[in-house]
């Protein structure tokens, strides 16, 4: 079978496609090695993350991408302007000289590819036939189900039975902390709202106690087997709730990727005023069913005992607050980190996660994420727990590694506010050498 390539515009020859045709399998054939491309090729998926991560695109069968393939959506050059995308680029560490083959629809690769061009990108194609005819060499997520699109969960809402939809009820939900302000005025139809008032308590805005979050999930209408759905207009609130549900023992438990943005992104309408449960049901199995998803301070305190090639304690907070020179927060006072502890990395303050997301809010690849904890040692093969201030941004981490099939992972529950409080615990500050 023949994948046709065109070019918008002239580009430089290439020997792979100097016939003006060429196949997934010829670059897969000359330039794959070992499962990933060599260096001699750059190929862009501009397709949304959601199919990137695994997701079927137009009712296909399978999804992921080309393996090597770097993730830039098209649909991100409405939001970023020339320079962003020029740090964009670099970022993804492409080349201006190196052929570059675009995948997705032939509008998308258009626009992407002029836009590259703009940029100085000289040799340019667009493979027109579509990915799914290589689909014995993509490579997915393992619970990219987890990770959900806009789309998939409007076809939820409207009861148009998508791939991979919930097996039985679902719940949908938004989270944010104090009054629903904003939800009332405007929401996803359908959800109801959870205040993280209700699953953390002071001191340390560690979560509740086991019986209330029983009284929380019966009040909610969720069973062990109900799949819950949950979004925020800022989605580490919503991975907190996604952490602790999970914890608790909800075995399928899913977060829009990009969160509120991406439905309004998607066009679809918003509802007013509130939702509610109208009845009450027994969760069905005793709380926790999975304690290894949070942890406490005497077992951050056993982690850190222990060898740190096979154990990782992660702080995911700027730099500026893992080497001491802030706190991050108004009501924490201590400076530093968790003596022992790797840095994994956060956003530019407390209020988000940014290295782990695209420009749309959704998650970056699993490649990017990986390639953030190369130099730090953290990896899929140890016990991992993730910490912050206190649980959002390291519940956002833990969830995309849930996602990226990580076994042994965990949020530290008390993160730097419990563990700072107690002069009994060592902690550090300053840059480290590793």
Known sequence: MSYLLKTPAPVSA?????????????ISAQYLINGQLSDKVQVIDCRSSNHYNGWPQNNGSS???????????????TDIDQKQLQQLLSDKQLQKDKPTFLYCDDN?????????????????????????????????QPNFKQLVSAQWLRDVINNNKPL???????????????????YLASHIPGAQYLNTNDIESQPWWNRVCDQKIAELLKNYGIRYDTTVILYGRN?????????????????????????????????????????????????????PAN???????PQARALLSKDPHLHSLVS???????TGKISGYDYIKPKGRIAGSKWGHAGTNS????????PDGTMKSASEIKDLWKSWNINPNQKVAFYCGTGWRASEVFFYCHVMGWKDISVFDGGWYEWSADKNNPTDSGCISK
């Not at 007013?272 to 027994?282: A, F, R, T, V």
């Not at 995911?316 to 893992?322: A, C, L, S």
């Open 108 to 140: 998308a690769s258009l626009s992407l590819s002029i836009a590259l061009k703009k940029q100085g990108f000289a040799k340019v194609s667009i493979i027109t036939q579509p990915l799914s005819q290589a689909a014995e060499k993509l490579i997915i």
């Open 164 to 182: 991979y939809g919930p097996k039985k009820d679902y719940k949908l939900i938004e989270v944010h902390w104090g009054p629903a302000a904003k």
């Open 351 to 358: 209020n988000n996660a940014a290295d782990f997301l695209n």
């Open 63 to 77: 999804g992921g991408h080309f393996p090597g393939a770097v993730n830039i959506d098209s649909q991100w050059l």
């Open 14 to 26: 290439f020997a792979c496609i100097s016939s003006g045709a060429a196949t997934f399998d010829n």
């Open 235 to 287: 989605n580490m609130a919503a991975a907190r709730a996604a952490n602790i549900m999970m914890y608790a023992g909800v075995d399928d438990v899913r977060l829009l990727n990009g969160g509120w943005q991406a439905w309004l992104d998607a066009g679809y309408a918003p509802a007013p005023l509130c939702g509610s449960n109208k009845k009450q049901i027994e969760f069905g199995r005793k709380i």
């Open 316 to 322: 995911i907070r700027t730099f500026e607050e893992y």
């Open 291 to 297: 304690p290894h998803y949070i942890i406490d301070v």
